[in-house]
T-cell receptor, first 112, second 113 residues
């Protein structure tokens, strides 16, 4: 069955530290891959996407993600987090049909 | 920059009442979606709409739900007889094509009391 998994429910990092949020999927082919961010009380903003080509994609706000086919993963990274990065992060995939399927989300807390 | 807009931002309704959530998708987009997020849970797909008809719906989208594109700009979600468990944040989204990124509105928080 098709699925998307975000294994970390909650991550806490210090401001200025690096960040990696994990996303794994189960699917027989390569899906279309996305990361969205939801700040408190806000909607969902697209950070970046991967359809094909270069497996390292750059997004907004200094985020990047790397698609690894062998690991069925699309992890989100940022070299140095800022307090404003505190939010909920959702990995989302399109498994060959139109709709986005979301992971359960990872809540990111930034400490001084 | 074009964006998806949703109204109202927050709606409180009594159980059993009908509610209509409104959305204005990005003007040149062709695919429209409703998602919901129950507090503390994941974002769940409800329905997709293309070419003036439902293209896909989830098991959540039962007979109490309906969608409509009454004119060239609005996209609405109607819940006929709300239940307590319908309380959630409802997100509208649109995309230019299928199989591509969707752009989301800010959401309507529905509270059923």
């Amino acid at each position: 069955a098709q699925s998307v998994t975000q294994p970390d429910i909650h991550i806490t990092v210090s401001e200025g530290a690096s960040l990696e949020l994990r996303c794994n999927y189960s699917y027989g082919a390569t899906p279309y891959l996305f990361w969205y961010v939801q700040s408190p009380g806000q909607g969902l903003q697209l950070l970046l996407k991967y359809f094909s080509g270069d497996t390292l994609v750059q997004g907004i706000k200094g985020f990047e993600a790397e698609f690894k086919r062998s690991q069925s993963s699309f992890n989100l990274r940022k070299p140095s987090v800022h307090w404003s990065d505190a939010a909920e992060y959702f990995c989302a995939l399109i498994f060959g049909n139109e709709k986005l399927t979301f992971g359960t989300g990872t809540r990111l807390t930034i400490i001084p | 920059e074009p964006e998806v807009t949703q109204t109202p931002s927050h709606q409180v309704t009594q159980m059993g009442q009908e509610v209509i959530l409104r959305c204005v998708p990005i003007s040149n987009h062709l695919y429209f979606y409703w998602y919901r997020q129950i507090l503390g849970q994941k974002v769940e797909f409800l329905v997709s709409f293309y070419n003036n008809e439902i293209s896909e719906k989830s098991e959540i989208f039962d007979d109490q739900f309906s969608v409509e594109r009454p004119d060239g700009s609005n996209f609405t979600l109607k819940i006929r007889s709300t239940k307590l468990e319908d309380s959630a944040m409802y997100f509208c989204a649109s995309s230019l094509q299928g199989h591509t990124e969707a752009f989301f509105g800010q959401g309507t928080r529905l509270t059923v009391v």
